[in-house]
T-cell receptor, first 112, second 110 residues
Framework: DTAVSQTPKYLVTQMGNDKSIKCEQN?????MYWYKQDSKKFLKIMFS???????INETVPNRFSPKSPDKAHLNLHINSLELGDSAVYFC???????????FGEGSRLTVL | SQQGEEDPQALSIQEGENATMNCSYK?????LQWYRQNSGRGLVHLIL?????REKHSGRLRVTLDTSKKSSSLLITASRAADTASYFC??????????FGAGTTVTVRA
């Protein structure tokens, strides 16, 4: 049973469109994250939620809006997609005792 | 700018050899973690070392931490083809923010 699952795995879309990525974790963790990995593999934190509350919001354009309906789910909606949004987006959850992150398999977004 | 930076960017070794990669960071940390990412997959946690620890072992992995130099190293001994992956260090600055670098890509040749 997958611990952190995100869908879809691949997204190909045109500039200007809106898209969403969903993430669910079954580990019972309180804290979840979205990270963006660019073509050079640099992994940048975007958002974090703890028990449905936003606790980290890095300098991300307003076109990106996270939503956490409950502590097991963290979704990412992106409006008006741009070429520069092309990347792999990773969802992760954090084990409270150790601080270890558990990652999903990633969602590769390609904006044409 | 990113907190952790790995060095070298890429490393190619023969099976059976050891692989060493380094991580430098900028600010004080609570702990430092190493992760592995296989091609096309998510990151997997390898080992965590706390700021008051100097060395830690896990199987064929050995991690050192030098807080005075703000640096850490990851040694993989007796490498195998399955160790081919990218390796990332991540620094835990506060309770929730884990910052990664761009990783070291390791290729183990058979």
């Amino acid at each position: 049973d997958t611990a952190v699952s995100q869908t879809p795995k691949y997204l190909v879309t045109q500039m200007g469109n809106d898209k969403s990525i969903k993430c669910e974790q079954n580990l019972g963790h309180d804290t979840m994250y979205w990270y963006k990995q660019d073509s050079k593999k640099f992994l940048k934190i975007m958002f974090s939620y703890n028990n449905k509350e936003l606790i980290i919001n890095e300098t991300v354009p307003n076109r990106f809006s996270p939503k956490s309906p409950d502590k097991a789910h963290l979704n990412l909606h992106i409006n008006s997609l741009e070429l520069g949004d092309s990347a792999v987006y990773f969802c992760a959850s954090r084990q409270g005792n150790t601080g270890e992150l558990f990652f999903g398999e990633g969602s590769r977004l390609t904006v044409l | 700018s990113q907190q952790g930076e790995e060095d070298p960017q890429a490393l190619s070794i023969q099976e059976g050899e050891n692989a060493t990669m380094n991580c430098s960071y900028k600010t004080s940390i609570n702990n430092l973690q190493w992760y592995r990412q296989n091609s096309g997959r998510g990151l997997v946690h390898l080992i965590l070392i706390r700021s008051n620890e100097r060395e830690k072992h896990s199987g064929r992995l050995r991690v050192t931490l030098d807080t005075s130099k703000k640096s850490s190293s990851l040694l993989i001994t007796a490498s195998r083809a399955a160790d081919t992956a990218s390796y990332f260090c991540a620094t835990d600055v506060d309770d929730y923010k884990l910052s990664f670098g761009a990783g070291t890509t390791v290729t183990v040749r058979a």
